[in-house]
């Protein structure tokens, strides 16, 4: 069975979707990477958010507002990278 190919453009809507979550914060740090970087960043890296969009929101409002970080240390890079990107400040 074959795996569907997506466009960039068709995977930027699709994640859409995923991106909308219970909390405000996580929705604002995912849509703004999702809008203004995914597109323009590497293909790992489009590939690691894909994966932070599986982790629970809980999880990723803990990161977003550092308060803890993801024990995964790629995960933890990608959240960091991500945060620099769409100019979360401390």
Known sequence: MNTPTFTPEEKKRRLAWQCRRGLLETDVVLNAYL???FLGD???HQAT???LLTCQDADMFEWFTRRSRPEDGELDAFVRHMLALVGAKD
Do not use: I, L, V
């Open 42 to 44: 590497t293909a790992d």
């Open 49 to 51: 958010f894909e994966r």
């Open 35 to 37: 809008d203004n970087h």
